[in-house]
């Protein structure tokens, strides 16, 4: 049975053929609208979720499918102290694929391990959250129109971002990619990341703290929320904080097509005004959410054993 | 260096990291054992300045390169007739199962008893296993 746990668990061909058929569901949605027609999704959200969650049931209803699950642990039977695994075992009868969202890390491994149907992770703790790189890779390919040769700046917390972690291990699977990380000392990319992943791909890179002087040269700004509770010093935070806001101002340095990108929710980390600006596109990307969700789901159900194709 | 005596036949667990030993005793389960069983601690090294011995009379039946998860510096060294016949250094294993412990409070093993403590090796080179679910390095 074949689950998406990480964003890595997709090789680059699977990867490709997921973009490819998300553009074409941009392109032609109603092609797709009884895609999935009496297949059900089950969302399992052990915690609050509200973009993820929604995206996910507009994917499935979008494809002509249902949906079924709960939105908070209260609301199941793991505040009766069910297990995941148990709770796989049995929702595996009830539907044909599952997203997990849980507050602890690993735990859609360990649905993934006994469930029958295949299980996508919606996100576990700080960990992973597949379809929110796939989100970020369909939108920097949609609208920049390639994966490779690409200079993407990353700025704000890249420390306990799993965004960041997990795109910048997508991204350094393709040819030419730049990172330019930009942060404050204390929330810089961890060393396991930098050893296991950037260095190991000799993928060039540098670390910054100041992000007006690395706006010119990225084709691509992902920007993340600087959390006040990360810092122990308040001073630090009050000075760091207004580094990363990201104003109309600081875009006037960077390039005519550089995009902006971010996993929202966003809070003061880039201004209001900066909405307007068309390379500002965290909406757009929060839409293609669903898109590339409608994909997963359609090639997954299509991989699933024995189970009619849709 | 301490003398504990000279050991006929067993083996003698080398080079463990400075305070590690209770961690390859009790894995080994080396309480339960009725033969003897030293254990040196802080002993001096030329090479690593302190160090763990554990030396352990008779035969032992068990996969000792697991150990090597447990501390992949270590020399496993076999005594027969009170002489080294043998002397290694543990092969990595690939995964290893409730031989590590996650310590992440975020981890599901942290949670649910039932899921095993399951690593997998990342880098050889400086023998760290990363747990299988949330790849929390130790």
Redesign the interface.
């Known amino acids: 049975m074949r689950h998406v746990i990480s964003p890595t668990d997709l090789n680059l061909s699977e990867l490709n053929e997921l973009l490819e058929l998300s553009e074409d569901i941009i392109k032609n949605p109603k092609k797709y609208s009884e895609a999935c027609h009496r297949k059900k999704l089950a969302t399992l959200f052990y915690e609050p979720s509200t973009r993820t969650r929604l995206s996910f049931e507009a994917a499935m209803l979008n494809l002509g499918g249902s949906i079924l699950g709960f939105s908070s642990s209260d609301s199941s039977s793991a505040a009766k102290g069910e297990s995941v695994a148990d709770t796989i075992r049995v929702i595996s009868s009830y539907a044909d694929i599952c997203a997990i969202r849980h507050p602890k890390e690993g735990a859609p491994l360990v649905a993934s391990l006994h469930s029958s149907i295949p299980i996508i992770n919606a996100g576990d703790g700080g960990h992973n959250h597949p379809t929110q790189t796939f989100t970020d890779l369909l939108t920097i390919r949609n609208l920049k129109g390639r994966l490779d040769n690409l200079t993407v700046g990353f700025c704000g917390d890249l420390k306990f971002g799993r965004t960041v972690h997990s795109l910048i291990g997508a991204l350094s699977r393709y040819e030419n990619i730049n990172f330019v990380l930009i942060s404050p000392e204390e929330l810089k990319v961890p060393d396991y990341l930098k050893e296991e992943v950037i260095k190991a791909r000799k993928i060039p890179y540098k670390e910054v703290i100041s992000l007006e002087d690395s706006i010119p040269e990225l084709d691509i700004l992902y920007m993340t929320r600087v959390q006040k509770e990360r810092f122990f010093n308040e001073e630090d935070y009050i000075r760091l904080k207004d580094t990363y806001i990201l104003t109309s101002k600081k875009m006037s340095l960077a390039k005519e097509d550089m995009l902006v990108l971010h996993p929202l929710p966003r809070v003061n980390e880039i201004s209001v005004e900066v909405d307007s600006d068309p390379r500002a596109v965290y909406f757009k990307q929060a839409e293609f959410g669903v898109y590339v969700r409608m994909a997963l789901i359609m090639l997954l159900l299509r991989e699933s054993e024995g189970r009619p194709q849709c | 260096m301490l003398n504990i005596g000279i050991l006929k036949q067993g083996i003698v667990i080398d080079h463990i990291k400075a305070g590690g030993a209770m961690k390859i005793y009790t894995y080994l389960n080396l309480e339960h054992l009725d033969c003897s069983v030293a254990i040196i601690k802080n002993a001096r090294s030329n090479k690593m300045k302190r160090k763990d011995i554990i030396k352990i009379e008779g035969t032992l039946d068990i996969n000792l390169d697991i150990l090597g998860a447990l501390d992949h510096k270590i020399t496993i060294n076999i005594i027969k007739d009170g002489e080294i016949i043998e002397k290694k250094n543990p092969t990595l294993p690939d995964q290893v199962e409730n031989v590590l412990v996650c310590k992440?409070p975020?981890?599901?093993?942290?949670?649910?008893k039932?899921?095993p403590h399951s690593f997998k090796l990342?880098?050889r080179e400086n023998g760290i296993y990363r747990?299988?679910?949330?790849?929390?390095?130790i």
């Open positions: 992440n975020r981890c599901i093993t942290s949670v649910e039932s899921v990342t880098d747990c299988l679910y949330c790849e929390q390095g």
